[in-house]
Protein backbone atom coordinates (compact mmCIF):
# COMPACT_ATOMS: atom_id res chain seq x y z
CA UNK A 1 0.00 0.00 0.00
CA UNK A 2 2.82 2.00 0.67
CA UNK A 3 4.67 1.39 -2.16
CA UNK A 4 1.47 2.22 -4.27
CA UNK A 5 1.16 5.43 -2.22
CA UNK A 6 4.81 6.73 -3.06
CA UNK A 7 4.08 5.63 -7.17
CA UNK A 8 0.75 7.89 -7.32
CA UNK A 9 2.74 10.42 -5.44
CA UNK A 10 5.79 10.60 -7.83
CA UNK A 11 3.17 10.46 -10.54
CA UNK A 12 1.54 13.36 -9.70
CA UNK A 13 4.47 15.44 -9.22
CA UNK A 14 5.76 14.42 -12.33
CA UNK A 15 2.23 15.96 -13.83
CA UNK A 16 2.35 18.76 -11.83
CA UNK A 17 6.27 19.72 -12.90
CA UNK A 18 5.25 19.16 -17.15
CA UNK A 19 2.20 21.23 -16.43
CA UNK A 20 4.15 24.62 -14.96
CA UNK A 21 7.34 24.02 -17.19
CA UNK A 22 4.93 23.91 -19.73
CA UNK A 23 3.00 26.86 -19.08
CA UNK A 24 6.65 28.56 -17.97
CA UNK A 25 8.24 27.55 -21.04
CA UNK A 26 5.22 28.63 -22.81
CA UNK A 27 4.73 32.14 -21.39
CA UNK A 28 8.47 32.74 -21.14
CA UNK A 29 10.80 30.84 -23.60
CA UNK A 30 13.14 28.13 -22.57
CA UNK A 31 15.81 30.69 -21.93
CA UNK A 32 13.78 33.00 -19.82
CA UNK A 33 13.01 29.32 -17.69
CA UNK A 34 15.04 28.64 -14.56
CA UNK A 35 14.91 25.21 -12.34
CA UNK A 36 13.51 27.45 -9.58
CA UNK A 37 10.77 29.01 -11.60
CA UNK A 38 9.98 25.63 -12.00
CA UNK A 39 10.02 24.13 -8.74
CA UNK A 40 8.36 27.35 -7.53
CA UNK A 41 5.65 26.83 -9.47
CA UNK A 42 5.06 23.08 -9.03
CA UNK A 43 5.31 23.93 -5.35
CA UNK A 44 7.82 20.64 -4.96
CA UNK A 45 11.86 21.25 -4.08
CA UNK A 46 14.42 20.84 -6.50
CA UNK A 47 15.52 17.47 -5.28
CA UNK A 48 11.71 16.14 -6.50
CA UNK A 49 12.20 17.77 -9.49
CA UNK A 50 16.03 16.22 -10.05
CA UNK A 51 14.15 12.80 -8.83
CA UNK A 52 12.23 12.89 -11.93
CA UNK A 53 14.74 14.62 -14.31
CA UNK A 54 18.28 14.97 -14.90
CA UNK A 55 17.74 18.70 -15.30
CA UNK A 56 16.37 21.83 -17.08
CA UNK A 57 16.44 20.09 -20.67
CA UNK A 58 14.83 17.08 -19.93
CA UNK A 59 12.12 18.40 -18.38
CA UNK A 60 11.75 20.70 -21.83
CA UNK A 61 12.33 17.25 -23.79
CA UNK A 62 9.16 15.61 -21.84
CA UNK A 63 7.69 19.12 -22.24
CA UNK A 64 7.63 18.86 -25.79
CA UNK A 65 6.65 15.13 -26.08
CA UNK A 66 3.25 16.01 -24.50
CA UNK A 67 2.86 18.94 -26.59
CA UNK A 68 3.59 17.05 -29.64
CA UNK A 69 1.73 13.97 -28.71
CA UNK A 70 -1.39 16.25 -27.78
CA UNK A 71 -0.80 17.79 -31.60
CA UNK A 72 -0.75 14.44 -33.64
CA UNK A 73 -4.09 13.03 -31.17
CA UNK A 74 -5.67 16.58 -32.75
CA UNK A 75 -4.85 15.33 -36.09
CA UNK A 76 -5.68 12.30 -35.84
CA UNK A 77 -8.99 12.88 -34.44
CA UNK A 78 -9.60 15.65 -37.41
CA UNK A 79 -8.57 12.47 -39.48
CA UNK A 80 -10.85 10.38 -38.12
CA UNK A 81 -13.75 12.60 -38.49
CA UNK A 82 -13.86 12.23 -42.32
CA UNK A 83 -15.12 10.02 -44.47
CA UNK A 84 -12.45 9.38 -47.07
CA UNK A 85 -8.73 9.11 -47.48
CA UNK A 86 -8.65 12.42 -49.24
CA UNK A 87 -10.48 14.28 -46.75
CA UNK A 88 -8.48 12.72 -43.56
CA UNK A 89 -5.20 14.13 -45.41
CA UNK A 90 -6.96 17.33 -45.92
CA UNK A 91 -8.63 18.24 -42.65
CA UNK A 92 -5.45 16.26 -41.02
CA UNK A 93 -2.98 19.22 -42.57
CA UNK A 94 -5.61 21.69 -41.65
CA UNK A 95 -5.74 20.70 -38.09
CA UNK A 96 -1.81 20.31 -37.61
CA UNK A 97 -1.54 23.99 -39.14
CA UNK A 98 -4.25 24.96 -37.06
CA UNK A 99 -2.62 23.43 -33.86
CA UNK A 100 0.73 25.29 -34.82
CA UNK A 101 -1.07 28.57 -34.76
CA UNK A 102 -1.63 28.65 -31.09
CA UNK A 103 1.49 30.58 -29.68
CA UNK A 104 1.58 27.95 -26.63
CA UNK A 105 2.78 25.25 -29.11
CA UNK A 106 4.27 27.28 -32.18
CA UNK A 107 6.90 28.22 -28.83
CA UNK A 108 7.69 25.09 -27.64
CA UNK A 109 7.21 22.71 -30.37
CA UNK A 110 8.62 24.89 -33.55
CA UNK A 111 10.82 27.68 -32.08
CA UNK A 112 12.37 25.89 -28.46
CA UNK A 113 12.16 22.52 -29.86
CA UNK A 114 14.78 22.90 -32.25
CA UNK A 115 16.53 25.61 -30.51
CA UNK A 116 17.16 23.29 -27.29
CA UNK A 117 17.10 20.10 -28.66
CA UNK A 118 19.17 20.48 -31.77
CA UNK A 119 17.87 19.69 -35.36
CA UNK A 120 18.58 16.25 -35.36
CA UNK A 121 16.75 15.09 -32.24
CA UNK A 122 13.94 17.46 -33.03
CA UNK A 123 13.30 15.86 -36.63
CA UNK A 124 13.68 12.65 -34.87
CA UNK A 125 10.97 13.47 -32.45
CA UNK A 126 9.12 15.12 -35.27
CA UNK A 127 9.44 12.07 -38.03
CA UNK A 128 8.00 9.57 -34.79
CA UNK A 129 5.05 11.84 -34.29
CA UNK A 130 3.36 13.90 -36.96
CA UNK A 131 5.60 13.25 -40.12
CA UNK A 132 5.13 9.72 -39.54
CA UNK A 133 1.32 9.83 -39.71
CA UNK A 134 1.95 12.00 -42.70
CA UNK A 135 3.81 9.63 -44.40
CA UNK A 136 1.46 6.86 -43.58
CA UNK A 137 -1.94 8.95 -45.35
CA UNK A 138 0.26 10.15 -48.50
CA UNK A 139 1.24 6.32 -49.01
CA UNK A 140 -2.38 4.97 -48.44
CA UNK A 141 -3.34 8.00 -51.12
CA UNK A 142 -0.75 6.27 -53.42
CA UNK A 143 -1.70 3.02 -53.20
CA UNK A 144 -5.56 4.03 -53.60
CA UNK A 145 -4.74 5.89 -56.86
CA UNK A 146 -5.67 9.48 -55.45
CA UNK A 147 -2.11 10.44 -55.92
CA UNK A 148 0.03 9.98 -58.44
CA UNK A 149 3.05 6.97 -57.59
CA UNK A 150 6.28 9.04 -56.16
CA UNK A 151 8.43 8.61 -53.15
CA UNK A 152 6.70 9.11 -50.26
CA UNK A 153 9.92 10.47 -48.03
CA UNK A 154 10.36 13.39 -50.08
CA UNK A 155 6.67 14.36 -50.51
CA UNK A 156 6.19 13.75 -46.73
CA UNK A 157 9.42 16.31 -45.80
CA UNK A 158 8.08 18.21 -48.51
CA UNK A 159 4.68 19.10 -46.65
CA UNK A 160 5.59 19.37 -43.23
CA UNK A 161 8.34 21.66 -44.05
CA UNK A 162 5.97 23.72 -45.69
CA UNK A 163 3.23 23.34 -42.38
CA UNK A 164 5.95 24.04 -40.10
CA UNK A 165 7.13 27.26 -42.03
CA UNK A 166 3.78 28.32 -42.61
CA UNK A 167 3.02 28.25 -38.70
CA UNK A 168 6.56 30.40 -38.21
CA UNK A 169 5.41 32.65 -40.12
CA UNK A 170 1.79 32.46 -38.51
CA UNK A 171 3.57 33.42 -35.17
CA UNK A 172 5.70 35.98 -36.38
CA UNK A 173 2.69 37.75 -38.13
CA UNK A 174 -0.28 39.97 -37.55
CA UNK A 175 -2.47 40.33 -40.25
CA UNK A 176 -6.17 39.94 -40.00
CA UNK A 177 -7.03 36.54 -41.65
CA UNK A 178 -3.23 35.47 -41.77
CA UNK A 179 -4.73 31.32 -41.08
CA UNK A 180 -7.65 31.65 -43.06
CA UNK A 181 -5.26 32.82 -45.92
CA UNK A 182 -2.68 30.21 -44.92
CA UNK A 183 -5.31 27.10 -44.96
CA UNK A 184 -6.86 28.15 -48.37
CA UNK A 185 -3.16 28.26 -49.54
CA UNK A 186 -2.51 25.00 -48.01
CA UNK A 187 -5.80 23.02 -49.53
CA UNK A 188 -4.43 23.95 -52.97
CA UNK A 189 -1.11 22.61 -52.67
CA UNK A 190 -2.70 19.56 -51.51
CA UNK A 191 -5.32 19.78 -54.65
CA UNK A 192 -2.35 19.66 -56.92
CA UNK A 193 -0.67 16.41 -55.51
CA UNK A 194 -4.59 14.68 -56.52
CA UNK A 195 -5.18 13.08 -59.56
CA UNK A 196 -8.47 11.89 -59.12
Known amino acids: MAGSLRIQQREETRRTLLRESRRLFADN ?43 AERVAAAADAQPGPWDQLVAGCEAFLTAGATPEIQRIMLIDGPAVLGWQEWRAMDEATSARHLADALTSLITEGIIAPQPVQPLTHLLSGAMNEAALWLASGTEPGALTDTLTALRRILDALRIR
Open 29 to 71: GYAGVSITDIVTAAGVTKGALYHQFAGKPEVFRAVLENVQSEV
